[in-house]
C-alpha cells in the first residue's frame, strides 16, 4: 500500500515558477515508477510527466517539455516537478500517482495509486 500526499501548489504571474512535491509513505516506493497528471476544470485528467522507479528514466508530454522537470528522492521517498516559465494553460490541479511497475506509462489506468491533488493556478 502506498499513501501519497501532495504539496508546493499555489497562485503564480505568468513566467513564475513552482515546486510541486509528493510524499509517500510505504517501503515500496522505490519500486514503483511515478507520475504527475493535471485536470484543468471541464478537462479530462492528462499525463504530465513520469519516472522510472530508479530515477533513470523520464517521459514528459510536449507542452511541458524543456519547462518542467520531474525527479525523485527515494531515501526521502519524495517525487518533485519543478515547474518553471509558467503559463496560464498550465492552470489545474496537479495529482501525483505511483504505478504498480517500475516502468513509465501515459495511461492512467497504469497508475494504481493517487494523491487528492495540489492547485496550481497561474495569473496571465
Known amino acids: 500500500q502506498v499513501q501519497l500526499v501532495e504539496s508546493g501548489g499555489g497562485l503564480v504571474q505568468t513566467g513564475g515558477s513552482l515546486r510541486l512535491s509528493c510524499a509517500a509513505s510505504?517501503?515500496?516506493?522505490?519500486?514503483?515508477?511515478m507520475a504527475w497528471f493535471r485536470q484543468a476544470p471541464g478537462k479530462e485528467r492528462e499525463f504530465v510527466a513520469a519516472?522510472?522507479?530508479?530515477?533513470?528514466?523520464?517521459d514528459y508530454t510536449d507542452s511541458v517539455k524543456g519547462r518542467f522537470t520531474i525527479s525523485r528522492d527515494n531515501a526521502k521517498n519524495t517525487e518533485y516537478l519543478q515547474m518553471n516559465d509558467l503559463k496560464p494553460e498550465d492552470t489545474a490541479l496537479y495529482y501525483c500517482?505511483?504505478?504498480?511497475?517500475?516502468?513509465?506509462?501515459?495511461?492512467?489506468?497504469?497508475?494504481?495509486?493517487w494523491g487528492q491533488g495540489t492547485q496550481v493556478t497561474v495569473s496571465s
Open positions: 500517482a505511483a504505478a504498480s511497475t517500475a516502468w513509465v506509462a501515459r495511461g492512467q489506468t497504469s497508475y494504481v495509486y
Open positions: 510505504g517501503r515500496l516506493f522505490s519500486r514503483n515508477g
Open positions: 519516472i522510472t522507479a530508479s530515477g533513470s528514466g523520464t
